[in-house]
C-alpha cells in the first residue's frame, strides 16, 4: 500500500471536484472559525475582568453593602442602616482590618464653563486612595482635612478632565457640582471600564463627608471596601464583621440580614459565572454547529460513495482491500476537514484581529483555542467519514462493477 | 496457469429455487492462451470471469492460479493476488472522470509497493500507443482511446493474465479492431488472455474459444469456429 500516493490522490481530487469540496468545508471552515473566536474572546475577556476584580478586590479585601444583597436595579428601596460609625467600631473592635473606605455614589450635573454633561458623583474617604488602590495622576487625593471639613474639592477622571478642559491641567481650577463650586484637587489614574461596564475614568470624587452632608444630606452609606491584614485573616474578620453588626443592628440570628458581606470568593466565583456564556455556552453552540456541519459531510460522502460505485468496484478488481477502500474514503473525509479547520482557524484569528481592532476588544489567541478548533475538525471528519466508508468498504465487487 | 476443477456457483433467489449459474466446470488455462468465452445472455460467462479474477468465490470445486489455491486465500491475499497477478479491462472502461489518463493507470500502483509509479504508468501509456495523451482526461479521449488507457491501467502491474469483459462491446467496429490487435500485441508477448464476448468474429480470432451454455462449458474446436461463423 503505497500512502502517500493515496494521500496525494485524496487532495487531488478535493481540488478537482471543486463544488463539492467546497460546500463540504464551509460549515467545518464557519464552525471552527466561531469555536476560535469565541474561546479566544473568552479568554481574552476572563483575564482582563480577572485583571479588573484584581486590582479593585484583591484576595485581602471585603466589601461591605447595606441592604440584604441582590444586584443592581433590584426594586428593593436603598437601605438607610448602614453608618460610618458601624465602620468605626468593626475597626476599633478587629485588630485584623488594616483600612477601610466607604462609598456613597449619586450622578450629578457638572459645569464648567458653559460645558455641562451630568456623569456618576463618587466619594471617598481620607483611605480611599489606599484601600481602592487608585491613586492621582497629577494634584493630590483628598487630605485629612477636606474629610474633616466636608471642604468642596474634587478628583476627576481623566475623560471628565479631557471633556472639560482638553489638554490644560485641571488641578487648581473650578468645577461646579449641580451649581456648587468645586476646587480641582487632582485628576484621578485612569483605571477603564469595571466588570459592570461602567466607564470608571469617567467621573468625579468628592470627599465623603461632603457627600453626605453637602450633596445628599444623608447620614448613611450605602457601602464600604474593607482591606484585612493578611490573607489569611479573611475568614475571622468576616466572622467579626457580622458579629458586631448584628450586635449594633439588632438583629437576630434568624432575621435577615441589613447588610451583606461579599467576599473575595464571592467575588471570583461571580467573575467565572458572567465568563461561563463565552468559556462553555458559546463553545458548545459551536460545537453543535460543527455537528450540523459533520451531518452535512457526511450526507455528501455518502451520496458520493453511491455515485462512485462502480469506482469502488474497480479499486477492488485492481487490488484494493476492504480497510483500504474505507481508509480511502476516510481520507477523502479528513482532507477536507482538516483543511477546513486549518482554513476556518486562520479565519477566526482575522476575526479576533479586526474585532480587537475595532471594537478594542482584548483578545487572547489562546493555543487551546487553536488546539480545540483542530480536534474540532478531526472529530468531525471521523464522524463525517465513518459511515461513507464503511458502506464504500463492505460493497460487493461484483455488484459494484455490475 | 488457471486449473479450475468441478467448479459450482448458484444464487440464492427470494421465493423461488437456487439458480444455478455454474455447474461442474473443468478448465485449464496455459500460459500464454488467448481464449474467448463465448455464450448468450445470462449463460454465466461473467460469473466465470469473476472467480477467475477472484473478485467472487465458487461454491464448491479448487480454483488455482499460478499454483494458489484460491479457497485457501483470505480476503488481503486474494486482493494481492488480482494487483499482482491479473489485470482487468472492462466494457464500460470504468476510468475516474476527473483524473488523468496517467493517474488512472497509475491507480493500481496505490495498492502494491511500487517505487516509480508514475514512470511505469507513462510506459504502460507508451505501450498503448497513448504517449501523447498522458495529461488529458478521460473526456478528452474518445472510446477506443479511454479502453486503451483502461488496458495500460491492466498492464500496469504487469500481470501474466489480462480478463477482459467484452472489452470491444462500447466500441465502435474500427476501435475494437484496434483494441483487439493491441490484445493479439499483448498474447505475442507472452500475456494469457482471456475475454468475453458476443461477437463471433472477435472470438475467432482467439486460438481458443470456450462457450458456455446454461452453466456448462464446452470447448469449440477450429473447424467448429469456422462453421459457427458460416
Known sequence: ?402 | MIECKGICKSYDRPGEPPLHVLSAIDLTINKGEFIAIVGPSGSGKSTLMHILGLLDRADSGSFRLNGMDASDMNQGQLAAARNQHIGFVFQQFHLLPRATAVENVALPLIYSQTTNPEERAIEALCSVGLEDRIKHFPTQLSGGQQQRVAIARALVTNPGLILADEPTGNLDQASGKEIMNLFHQLNQNGRTIVFITHDRALAAQAKRVLKIEEGRLSEICEQEIAGVLA
Not at chain 1, 105 to 121: D, F, K, P, Q
Not at chain 1, 188 to 209: N, W
Not at chain 1, 309 to 323: C, Q
Request: charged residues 20%; contains cysteine.
Open chain 1, 1 to 402: 500500500m503505497n500512502w502517500n500516493r493515496l494521500i496525494l490522490s485524496s487532495f487531488t481530487m478535493m481540488v478537482r471536484y471543486k463544488l463539492r469540496t467546497f460546500l463540504m468545508s464551509i460549515g467545518v471552515v464557519l464552525g471552527v472559525a466561531a469555536l476560535v473566536v469565541m474561546r479566544s474572546y473568552g479568554a481574552g475577556a476572563e483575564q482582563e475582568m480577572m485583571e479588573k476584580v484584581n486590582r479593585m478586590f484583591s484576595a485581602s479585601s471585603l466589601y461591605l453593602q447595606a441592604g440584604k444583597g441582590g444586584m443592581a436595579g433590584d426594586p428593593a428601596k436603598p437601605a438607610t442602616s448602614l453608618t460610618l460609625e458601624d465602620l468605626t467600631a468593626i475597626q476599633d473592635q478587629l485588630p485584623t482590618i488594616q483600612a477601610w473606605d466607604p462609598l456613597l455614589v449619586t450622578s450629578a450635573n457638572i459645569g464648567v464653563e458653559g460645558l455641562n454633561r451630568s456623569t456618576s458623583l463618587w466619594s471617598n474617604g481620607e483611605q480611599g486612595e489606599l484601600v481602592w488602590g487608585r491613586s492621582v495622576v497629577s494634584g493630590e487625593f483628598f487630605s485629612k482635612a477636606d474629610i474633616a471639613s466636608a471642604s468642596r474639592v474634587a478628583l476627576l477622571g481623566d475623560k471628565t478632565a479631557l471633556y472639560f478642559f482638553g489638554e490644560r491641567d485641571p488641578v487648581g481650577l473650578e468645577i461646579r457640582i449641580d451649581g456648587n463650586v468645586y476646587r480641582v484637587k487632582g485628576v484621578l489614574e485612569p483605571i477603564g471600564t469595571d466588570p459592570h461596564g461602567m466607564d470608571r475614568d469617567d467621573e468625579v470624587h468628592i470627599p465623603i463627608s461632603t457627600m453626605m452632608r453637602r450633596v445628599k444630606n444623608v447620614d448613611y452609606i450605602s457601602g464600604a471596601k474593607i482591606l484585612v491584614k493578611q490573607e489569611n485573616q479573611v475568614e475571622e474578620t468576616v466572622a467579626g464583621i457580622h458579629q458586631i453588626l448584628m450586635e449594633r443592628h439588632v438583629i437576630q440570628d434568624h432575621e435577615d440580614r441589613d447588610y451583606s458581606l461579599i467576599t473575595p470568593e464571592v467575588v471570583r466565583w461571580m467573575v467565572a459565572r458572567m465568563n461561563r456564556v463565552f468559556k462553555v455556552f458559546l463553545p458548545v453552540a459551536a460545537c453543535l454547529a460543527l455537528l450540523v456541519a459533520s451531518l452535512v459531510i457526511a450526507n455528501i460522502m455518502l451520496m458520493t460513495v453511491k455515485e462512485r460505485v462502480p469506482e469502488i468496484g474497480l479499486r477492488k478488481a485492481i487490488g484494493a482491500t476492504n480497510p483500504q477502500i474505507a481508509a480511502q474514503f476516510l481520507l477523502e473525509t479528513f482532507s477536507v476537514t482538516v483543511m477546513s479547520g486549518l482554513i476556518g482557524i486562520l479565519l477566526g484569528l482575522a476575526v479576533m484581529a479586526v474585532m480587537s481592532e475595532m471594537a478594542s476588544l482584548k483578545v487572547i489567541i489562546s493555543p487551546s483555542a487553536i488546539i480545540l478548533g483542530l480536534a474540532a475538525a478531526v472529530v468531525s471528519g471521523m464522524i463525517a467519514g465513518y459511515l461513507p466508508a464503511r458502506k464504500a468498504a463492505r460493497m460487493d465487487p461484483v455488484e459494484a462493477l455490475r
